[in-house]
C-alpha cells in the first residue's frame, strides 16, 4: 500500500547495535524507485541493552553514509527507536465518578507499562470512548534510552 501514500521528504534511518542503515525512496510517476541504500556497522560495544554508549561511534557511521550520498539525500529523516526498547499497547482507562483523563490515565497506566511512569516518556490517543471507559493506544519508551539518542 506505500504506492498509495505519500512518500515524505525524507529519508529512512536505522540506529541499531549492529550497525547504522540509510535507505532512501522517491516517486517517479507512479513508480517507487530505491535512490539509494547504505549501511555502516558500528564497532563492538557502541550499544548496550538498547542504549548508545558510545554516541561518537554512531555520529561517525551516519557522517559516512551522509557524506557518501550527500548529493542523493533529501534534508528530512523518519527514524524508530529498537522494538525491544519500545511499548505499544492498546489499553482501558475506566471513568470513575471524579478526574479528568489525564488523571485516570496516569492511574492506569502503572498496570501496563514494564516501567515506573517517571522514567517514560508516552504518548496516547483515545481510539474509543464508551461510558464507563476509553480504550486508549499507548507508546512509551524509556527516558534513558530515549535521552541516548538525543
Same mark, same amino acid.
Given at each position: 500500500? #506505500?504506492?498509495?501514500?505519500?512518500?515524505?521528504?525524507?529519508?529512512?534511518?536505522?540506529? /541499531?547495535?549492529?550497525? @547504522?542503515? @540509510?535507505? *532512501? #525512496?522517491?516517486?517517479?510517476?507512479?513508480? %517507487?524507485?530505491?535512490?539509494?541504500?547504505?549501511?555502516?556497522?558500528?564497532? +563492538?560495544?557502541?550499544?548496550?541493552?538498547? +542504549?548508545?554508549?558510545?554516541? $561518537?561511534?554512531?555520529? =561517525?557511521? %551516519?557522517?559516512?553514509? #551522509?557524506?557518501?550520498? $550527500? /548529493?542523493? &539525500?533529501?534534508?528530512?529523516?523518519?527514524?524508530?527507536?529498537?522494538?525491544?526498547?519500545?511499548?505499544? $499497547?492498546? %489499553?482501558?482507562?475506566?471513568? +470513575?465518578?471524579?478526574?479528568?483523563? *489525564?488523571?485516570?490515565?496516569?492511574?492506569?497506566?502503572?498496570?501496563?507499562?514494564?516501567? /515506573?511512569? !517517571?522514567?517514560?516518556?508516552? !504518548?496516547?490517543?483515545? &481510539? /474509543?470512548?464508551?461510558?464507563?471507559?476509553? *480504550?486508549?493506544?499507548?507508546?512509551?519508551?524509556?527516558?534513558? $534510552? &530515549? =535521552?541516548?539518542?538525543?
Amino acid at each position: 500500500m #506505500l504506492g498509495r501514500k505519500v512518500l515524505p521528504n525524507a529519508f529512512g534511518l536505522e540506529i /541499531a547495535a549492529h550497525g @547504522v542503515k @540509510v535507505l *532512501q #525512496l522517491s516517486r517517479r510517476g507512479r513508480v %517507487i524507485q530505491l535512490d539509494f541504500a547504505d549501511s555502516q556497522p558500528l564497532p +563492538e560495544g557502541s550499544f548496550i541493552d538498547g +542504549e548508545i554508549k558510545k554516541p $561518537q561511534n554512531v555520529k =561517525e557511521a %551516519i557522517a559516512t553514509i #551522509l557524506k557518501k550520498n $550527500q /548529493a542523493k &539525500i533529501t534534508t528530512g529523516v523518519v527514524t524508530c527507536l529498537s522494538e525491544s526498547q519500545t511499548f505499544l $499497547q492498546s %489499553i482501558t482507562v475506566n471513568r +470513575e465518578n471524579s478526574g479528568s483523563f *489525564q488523571d485516570r490515565l496516569r492511574e492506569t497506566l502503572p498496570e501496563y507499562l514494564p516501567l /515506573a511512569i !517517571d522514567e517514560a516518556f508516552y !504518548d496516547t490517543k483515545i &481510539i /474509543a470512548e464508551k461510558q464507563s471507559a476509553w *480504550q486508549v493506544c499507548v507508546g512509551a519508551a524509556s527516558k534513558k $534510552q &530515549i =535521552e541516548s539518542y538525543l
